[in-house]
């Protein structure tokens, strides 16, 4: 709570919740069930006051809010706003200012509505508009939030998840304290037992209703903003979430014994009091008769004051996510020394294994669990026989987990902190480029000019250096390299954090990647492979005035030429019988691309003539396929077979890659061949 936008976010929030709440719980929860003219009527007024209060620390708060925001985005202190147009700016020129202007309209139109309301008469169509009023209050702050920088249709689906989840948390979370109030209300007898009972059925089904759409939406949100399970627990945002729905899951517990515990002893007082009324008792019976609802009231209020007091907590939360980057913006540091690995399943023996592991693991669980839930189930008709069943199940249950589990250590591997950082370089020809220069200056003495692990260092270390071209590289991931050559490698390799900065550590990293790849792609020969291998960036200017690059092929095929001299007649060839395919020049000399697209980047032409094996200035001529995914499928070279100069043939390869299944990608960021 340090950051004062976050305490401003969370009394934001907790107002906006609050007002909404309130009056979606007159027009949903207590209204239809209380018509008559004066019943509740202290109850009604005390929420109105709370609802008129709520709105003003709303209003409030969205002032400092709006304050705060234009004093980050002006860089100036907040004092300093007012002056120089800055506010306004902000107002008319930002997504912020058009929600905030938008939200304060919603708002003057919702205490026009309040204003409308009477405490006396339960009119419920009064309330209905306040509720819609005030849930399209708490619905526009998807504006204000993450959601309103994801683009596109996609972001229009996250907006409406995310408005759909205020609703619902508004519906609920906001309904606490009119609860709260309305059973206080019962054990002063200003309304009645039967009226509270009805109540609370109805906020509880009310409560399941949201809590359904709140894991939807909510599940909807994390993944768009966490995006994987490493972000989830190795980020600010993640461990934030994961703290939240801590929270949300023991506001589910707290709420499930209302509904299944205490409501029914509620619903049992209210029957016998009303029973109890149909024949004069003493004052003996008549107190037994009572007992049992003052006390599901006081549990019920209590229990609603803790669920309050949780969803306090998680406006806390929600307030301080706000402000933090998104998981899927982070790079996750990985606290657990193991990760999961599909390599094993490559394996038809270890395959087999993990299977019957699995399928133990989850019969034993599946089974334990059944009978101890039939155990509890038969408990009052068979004593004695609940005890075994339970305790058959958990032994089951304990036996089956304890005995397989170890085989699941066959799908992981070792992890470091940074086993799941993501280059941020695109891996672009630039960044190879540069990774190339780099290991000649850094790397190569051990490790050797072309990465085998025959450098001339290396005879003196007792531990051969790694062959960085061999098929271990492929299993781990860019993380994994990242840490390595950040820290070292214990008395193996030294640390290279204090030489290289974070950029030059993935310009290596790409590098490696890519003279890993010629290697294999030398041994296609002119074919299609099974695999694919990860395209260096491109971007070319195409005749019509459209761009072609790597991540925007929109299924098309690649199809990527670097044109010399000696190459003008297979371009101008190209564009005659390849039509369908995206063909793109990269020119090493004064050629014309005809009718395909030209890349004028001489760093793209070196690192595809490495991946050819050859140097720049051997490579005139030197063709590769991309498929729609950005993977390079096939490299073919002058005079090699099959001759791809030949229209047939080339076709013949273009409808292979159309045909065959898409590379995968390993638990890195990087393909490799299975």
Request: proline residues 5%; contains cysteine.
């Amino acid at each position: 709570m340090g950051d004062p936008l976050i305490l401003v976010r969370t009394i934001h929030f907790a107002a906006t919740l609050t007002l909404a709440g309130g009056v979606i719980f007159v027009a949903v929860v207590a209204g239809p069930i209380t018509p008559m003219e004066g019943v509740g009527a202290a109850w009604r007024a005390r929420l109105l006051r709370i609802a008129w209060w709520s709105l003003a620390a709303a209003l409030i708060s969205a002032a400092a809010w709006l304050v705060l925001i234009a004093a980050e985005i002006s860089e100036h202190a907040p004092t300093e706003i007012f002056s120089g147009g800055i506010l306004g700016t902000v107002l008319v020129h930002t997504t912020f200012g058009h929600d905030w202007l938008a939200r304060l309209v919603l708002a003057a139109l919702l205490a026009t509505a309040l204003c409308w309301i009477s405490a006396k008469p339960a009119d419920l169509s009064r309330w209905a508009v306040a509720a819609l009023l005030a849930s399209a209050y708490a619905a526009a702050l998807v504006h204000s939030g993450h959601a309103a920088a994801t683009a596109g249709w996609f972001g229009t689906f996250h907006r409406a998840a995310d408005g759909l989840h205020l609703i619902a948390a508004s519906a609920w979370l906001g309904g606490l304290v009119p609860l709260a109030l309305l059973l206080a209300a019962a054990r002063r007898r200003e309304i009645s037992l039967a009226l509270a009972r009805d109540a609370t059925l109805r906020f509880s089904t009310l409560g399941v209703i949201s809590v359904g759409a709140l894991i939807a939406t909510g599940i909807v949100n994390g993944w768009i903003l966490a995006g994987s399970a490493p972000a989830l627990v190795g980020t600010d945002y993640g461990r934030l979430l994961l703290a939240k729905v801590a929270l949300f899951l023991a506001m589910v517990a707290v709420a499930a014994i209302n509904r299944l515990r205490l409501t029914p002893r509620l619903t049992l007082a209210a029957s016998s009091l009303s029973c109890g009324g149909a024949v004069e008792p003493d004052a003996r019976i008549a107190n037994e008769q009572t007992a049992p609802d003052h006390t599901a009231l006081r549990a019920l209020m209590r229990n609603s004051l803790i669920e309050a007091a949780l969803g306090l907590a998680i406006l806390v939360i929600v307030g301080a996510l706000g402000t933090t980057p998104p998981g899927l913006h982070a790079q996750p540091t990985w606290p657990f020394s193991v990760r999961y690995s599909d390599a094993a399943f490559g394996d038809p023996d270890l395959r087999a294994k993990l299977v019957l592991a699995l399928w133990a693991i989850g019969g034993g669980l599946l089974c334990g669990v059944l009978m101890i839930l039939i155990g509890a189930k038969v408990r009052r008709a068979h004593r004695r026989l609940t005890p075994w069943l339970i305790a058959a199940g958990a032994t089951i249950a304990i036996v089956c987990v304890g005995y397989f589990a170890p085989t699941l250590t066959l799908a992981t591997v070792e992890a470091y902190p940074t086993s799941f950082y993501a280059a941020p370089t695109g891996y672009s020809a630039s960044s190879i480029v540069q990774g190339a220069q780099l290991f000649a200056t850094h790397c190569a003495s051990c490790h050797g000019r072309e990465g085998r692990g025959d450098g001339p260092a290396g005879r003196f270390f007792r531990a051969k250096p790694s062959d960085l071209t061999a098929d271990h590289v492929y299993g781990h991931t860019d993380g994994d390299l990242y840490g390595w050559i950040t820290n070292g490698i214990r008395e193996v390799m030294p640390p290279f954090g204090g030489a290289l900065d974070a950029e030059a550590r993935w310009n290596l990293i790409d590098f490696v990647r890519a003279n890993a790849d010629s290697a294999r792609l030398g041994r296609a020969a002119g074919k299609v492979t099974n695999i694919g291998y990860r395209a260096p960036d491109f971007s070319a200017a195409c005749p019509d005035g459209s761009t072609v690059s790597r991540d925007g092929l929109q299924g098309r095929i690649a199809h990527l030429v670097i044109a010399g001299r000696e190459s003008a007649e297979r371009v101008a060839q190209l564009a005659a019988y390849n039509r369908d395919v995206a063909t793109v020049v990269i020119p090493i000399a004064d050629v014309a691309p005809g009718a395909g697209c030209r890349a004028d980047d001489a760093e793209l032409a070196t690192v595809l003539a490495m991946l050819a094996g050859t140097d720049l200035g051997h490579s005139d001529g030197v063709e590769f396929l991309v498929d729609p995914s950005g993977t390079l499928r096939a490299m073919w070279s002058p005079g090699g077979k099959p001759n791809w100069r030949e229209a047939d043939v080339l076709q013949r390869e273009i409808a292979a890659i159309r045909n065959s299944p898409a590379a995968t990608r390993t638990t890195g960021s990087h393909l490799h061949a299975r």
